[in-house]
Nanobody, 117 residues
Framework: QVQLVESGGGLVQPGGSLRLSCAAS????????MGWYRQAPGKQRELVAI?????????AESVKGRFTISRDNTKNTNTVYLQMNSLKPEDTAVYYC?????????WGQGTQVTVSS
């Protein structure tokens, strides 16, 4: 089993920045991809950014040039980060960490990001 612990959400003004973190732990697993999705009220969950073990990155068009995904795979650490700059009110959502192995998909509990003046 895999556990995902997210941190870094909060309230920020338009134009501000936040950094989300997601640390994975648990029994032995092989990561295929790790990244972030988000879900705004009344909307479907959507991909924000995801990175594979061979460093292929996919980002939503709406966040290109503003959000950066990175990963720390040093020994005993599996953590993915989402640096969010130039935040807009439309970025307001619950952000979920996502981890994919060869056969399973795991989700974090979600962290609220609110962009408002």
């Amino acid at each position: 089993q895999v556990q995902l612990v997210e941190s870094g959400g909060g309230l920020v003004q338009p134009g501000g920045s936040l950094r989300l973190s997601c640390a994975a732990s648990g029994s032995r697993f092989s990561i295929y991809a790790m990244g972030w999705y988000r879900q705004a009220p009344g909307k479907q969950r959507e991909l924000v950014a995801i990175t594979t073990q061979d460093d292929r990155i996919t980002r939503a068009e709406s966040v290109k040039g503003r959000f950066t995904i990175s990963r720390d795979n040093t020994k005993n650490t599996n953590t993915v980060y989402l640096q969010m700059n130039s935040l807009k009110p439309e970025d307001t959502a619950v952000y979920y960490c996502n981890l994919q192995t060869g056969s399973n998909v795991f989700w974090g509990q979600g962290t609220q990001v609110t962009v408002s003046s």
